[in-house]
Each structure stands twice: as structure tokens, then as C-alpha cells.
């Protein structure tokens, strides 16, 4: 994503452009504030969603496909 601010001397207001959005705002230090808090938001680690009932993904891997014992199961869960 493209973030920009930019003076509009016609309408003596700060443009933050993000792609094709725009929004306007009364002062420079405002616009920064919100680039600011925005790029925060887009740097943050983000946590992949996980359906309900997670449980159906997890599931026994067959004994010919590991290198447990016939007596041993391994389990292949849904990494966070």
C-alpha cells in the first residue's frame, strides 16, 4: 500500500492518499498522526483466524507415513 501525504493549496487542507483513498485533514501534524497510527496497525503481527471447532483439523496421520511404532500415533495439529 502506498501511503502519501500532500498539501491541497486550494482547499488549505493535508491529503493522506492511500492508493486510491483520500483523506483530508486540517493540519500537517494531524495527517502524520494518522499515517503514523496506521502504519503501527499495518506493521503489528496479525494472528491468522481460527474457524470454531478447530478440533476437526487436527486429525491422526497414518502409521505407514511416520516413523512412530505401530503402537505410537502422531499427530499433525493446526499451527497458531
Request: glycine share 2%; proline share 9%.
Amino acid at each position: 500500500m502506498i501511503i502519501d501525504i500532500t498539501e491541497k493549496p486550494t482547499s488549505h487542507c493535508w491529503v493522506v492518499r492511500m492508493d486510491a483513498l483520500e483523506v483530508s485533514f486540517n493540519s500537517l501534524s494531524e495527517a502524520q498522526v494518522f499515517v503514523g497510527q496506521l502504519k503501527a496497525r499495518i506493521e503489528a503481527p496479525h494472528v491468522w483466524p481460527i474457524p470454531p471447532g478447530s478440533a476437526a483439523f487436527t486429525r491422526l496421520m497414518p502409521d505407514h507415513r511416520t516413523a512412530y511404532p505401530k503402537d505410537e500415533q502422531a499427530r499433525a495439529d493446526l499451527v497458531e
